[in-house]
């Protein structure tokens, strides 16, 4: 035991202690959760700068070119951004449940800003119906001097916009030509303006009251309360999924890390002739045990910190209440059985073969066995009961993952489904191991032409 | 070893070996590349397993049950290239058993400084050159104190002053009363070291003795010299008392004896009769011994020679 303590030990530090590791799994992913908010604030700062510029109307209606004219102008635009406001403003004061603080009308402002950008200074330039399409879409690609003298849109109305011709059942509409590459915010404001008069002109024309009709079709949204226990507490919806997601996650990153450095460095023992020394010191179970056990600490060192990264952010949130004590063991448990039915895998292929390029072959089944079931177990989070998502959640290398989701899931499999599935998961570990020790042992002296599976099974009668 | 045999696959690696090793000696496993040495010492480390036959190492009926107290320096040996070179030995001191902390340090610095390594003991292994590392290994070989050292072709590599290096090295281990076996196909190293000679050909055990015995068995009863005025006449050397035949090779004359002639005054005849430059009396070589051995089975001398060299491999 002492030994194989003493081989994990090295294993450990000679993967978790190098500036390999550290930068790549501990420094760069501290580094991007550290990235994210500047990202963020520079997101803010990045309000996009007042486009100026001309709107050519075309109005074959002959209703809407004043109403367009006087809403395209700055502070028309202004003040419809800040109607708009108000609207979420009423609708978000009708939907607040009470005692919680009512949303900061500045605040929406200015993440309204940040979204749409600065007020365009646009200025309306109406032209005769009987202009020519062509010539005035050639404005479009002008080039003038002066910035606000250039065309940047070009609003065609059809005739029918907003009279409805006898007979037909839809209203006409408009064609929005624009300069390359405009900013598409100014695009969305200037549809935005027109698609409003328009409704507005025909609401008017049919006799009907502008804000009534806007009343009646908008319903307050509220959120979703989930009624717990302890009471009730809003339901956090898109959480529900990221954070079993987030688990599938680290437990892939955890099995596949510590599985590819025991690979790695098996070979590298290999070929570097250091084993046989080794093996006059351990006997080659000792020697696998011990490089299995350092590689399951690398990937718990990896599952920890992010683990205790997500905790804490989540505890900094105040969402405490949403982690699941009982799924961290969980995943805890399945991550072992994961870990070890890869690890296992890994180190015999790693004792069969010479050098990292021959182990592509036989690591590929694995590595492919490995993503499928990561994979495949995204789709059980949406339907964790479905026959497939049950069959699997018992059929290792799959097991781990599914049941994982299935146990965070919106419905949690009966306690006995979950014992089975662990037991089954530790039956087919110990197979692995057994499989592994065989062909470890068999392996790490044999050189020369890489096996296949059939000599594996070979090696394995043999030793 | 008793009766051992080990196959890979069609090939027999090791056929019937019997051996005992007493306590407190230098055995020499001797024999060209293939013989069966290798697959011998992984056999006796418990790192192969025999198809047939009984083992006890130690008093245990495998090495596995006393590895702490062997020290096994392999013919395919390395280093963790990337690892300093106190942590791999301290690290190899720990497997064998050894209790980390100060003392192992200690014995690690100590043994660094007798092999004049003390000044790359931080470096990474993969920084030293073959032979510095080859001291490494040893030392990883010897730091435990093992009662049992095997040595799997320890010289090779080695430039002449580090040979004898661990030549000495060797001997006192030995001295010290720790039971040696080296394998080595390079016959004079076993010569220079040895008290007791193991021969393997083809996967059997040919010789089995002492030196002095295998020199005194196969000894040619012949004294080489070389003469002062170049051509010898033939018959002045056959006139010569106790002296029934001569033949020539590129070092000079060799003088054989009579059956009951004295060594010694043949000798000063030649010495006081002839105009020689040198004579001595020719004591057999381990590569003369195993010619003799494998033309006994029916090659002859230059295909006994090729075998030697290495032209069978197995």
């Known amino acids: 035991m002492k030994k194989v303590l003493q081989v994990a030990k090295r294993e450990f530090v000679s993967t978790a202690l190098t500036k390999g590791f550290i930068v790549g799994a501990l420094i760069l992913p501290a580094a991007f959760a550290l990235v994210m908010p500047l990202i963020g604030f520079l997101f803010d700062q990045a309000k996009a700068p007042a486009e100026v510029g001309r709107v050519a109307i075309i109005d074959r209606t002959g209703q809407l070119d004043t109403l367009l004219s006087e809403r395209l102008l700055p502070e028309a635009l202004a003040e419809a951004r800040r109607g708009s406001l108000d609207d979420l403003q009423k609708t978000a004061e009708s939907g607040a449940t009470e005692g919680e603080g009512q949303p900061d009308l500045g605040q929406v402002a200015q993440v309204a800003d940040t979204l749409l950008g600065e007020t365009p200074k646009f200025t309306v330039n109406i032209l005769d119906v009987e202009t020519d399409l062509k010539s005035a879409q050639d404005r479009l690609r002008e080039e003038p001097e002066q910035k606000d003298e250039r065309t940047l849109a070009l609003v065609d109305l059809d005739a029918d916009a907003v009279v409805r011709p006898e007979g037909q059942a839809d209203f006409g509409s408009y064609t929005l030509y624009t300069r390359p590459k405009v900013d598409p915010r100014t695009t969305n404001t200037i549809e935005r303006t027109v698609e409003r008069a328009i409704k507005d002109v025909r609401y008017e024309l049919a006799g009907m009251d502008r804000d009534e009709l806007r009343r009646l079709t908008s319903v307050g949204q509220r959120d979703v309360q989930e009624v717990t226990e302890t009471g009730t507490r809003e339901s956090n919806q898109i959480l529900q999924f990221v954070l079993p997601g987030a688990v599938l996650v680290l437990l892939f990153m955890g099995v596949m890390t510590g599985g590819q450095y025991l690979l790695t460095t098996t070979v590298e023992e290999k070929s570097s002739r250091v084993v046989e020394v080794l093996l006059s010191a351990v006997s080659p179970m000792e020697l696998m045990f011990g490089k299995i056990v350092g590689q399951m600490f690398v990937g718990m060192c990896l599952l920890l910190v992010y683990t205790g990264v997500g905790i804490f952010a989540m505890l900094w949130f105040a969402l405490a209440d949403l982690i699941d004590w009982t799924d961290l063991v969980y995943m805890f448990i399945f991550f072992l059985i994961a870990y070890t039915i890869i690890a296992s895998l890994m180190a015999a292929i790693g004792a069969a073969v010479n050098e990292m390029r021959e182990a592509q072959s036989l690591m590929a089944p694995v590595m492919m066995a490995l993503v499928f079931a990561f994979y495949l177990s995204f789709p059980a989070m949406m339907s964790p009961s479905a026959p497939w998502a049950v069959a699997m959640s018992f059929i290792p290398p799959f097991s781990p993952f599914t049941m994982l989701i299935r146990i965070a899931s919106t419905e949690p499999p009966p306690l006995w489904q979950i014992w089975v599935s662990i037991a089954i998961g530790v039956v087919t570990a110990y197979a692995c191991v057994w499989f592994a020790a065989k062909v470890f042992r068999v392996g790490l002296l044999m050189f020369g032409k890489p096996p296949n599976f059939r000599t594996l099974v070979k090696w394995v009668r043999m030793a | ?314």
Request: overall charge negative; aromatic content about 4%.
């Open chain 2, 1 to 314: 070893m008793n009766k051992v045999r080990k196959t890979f696959g069609t090939k027999v690696a090791v056929e019937g070996i019997d051996l005992e090793l007493p306590v407190g000696s230098l055995y020499g496993f001797i024999g060209p590349n293939g013989a069966g040495k290798t697959t011998s010492i992984r056999i006796i480390m418990s790192i192969l397993f025999p198809d047939s036959g009984e083992l006890e190492v130690l008093g245990k009926k495998s090495a596995v049950e006393s590895k702490d107290r062997i020290g096994y320096l392999p013919e395919e040996r390395g280093v963790y290239r990337k690892m300093r070179v106190h942590s791999f030995l301290e690290h190899m001191g720990r497997l064998k058993g050894l209790d980390s902390g100060a003392p192992l340090r200690k014995t690690v610095m100590d043994w660094l400084e007798r092999v004049e390594l003390a000044d790359v003991s931080k470096k990474k292994c993969e920084e030293l050159s073959k032979g510095m590392q080859q001291k490494i290994q040893f030392i990883s070989c010897v730091l435990h104190e093992p009662d049992l050292l095997i040595l799997d072709e320890p010289f090779s590599g080695l430039d002449p002053v580090n040979m004898r290096l661990l030549r000495d090295l060797i001997r006192e281990q030995n001295e010290a009363g720790r039971t040696v076996i080296f394998s080595t196909h390079v016959m004079q190293q076993a010569e220079e070291l040895c008290d007791h000679i193991v021969m393997i050909h083809e996967g059997r055990k040919v010789l089995d003795n002492t030196l002095g015995e295998i020199q005194d068995r196969y000894d040619p009863r012949a004294i080489a010299f070389a003469s002062a005025n170049g051509e010898l006449d033939r018959e002045t050397v056959l006139a010569i008392p106790g002296v029934s035949g001569v033949a020539q090779n590129e070092r000079g004359y060799e003088a054989l004896m009579d059956e009951g002639a004295q060594p010694l005054d043949v000798l000063r005849s030649i010495v006081s009769g002839l105009s020689v430059t040198r004579a001595e009396l020719r004591r057999p070589t381990l590569e003369d011994v195993f010619i003799s051995i494998v033309r006994g089975e029916g090659l002859d001398e230059e295909d006994a020679r090729q075998v030697l060299s290495g032209g069978a491999q197995s």
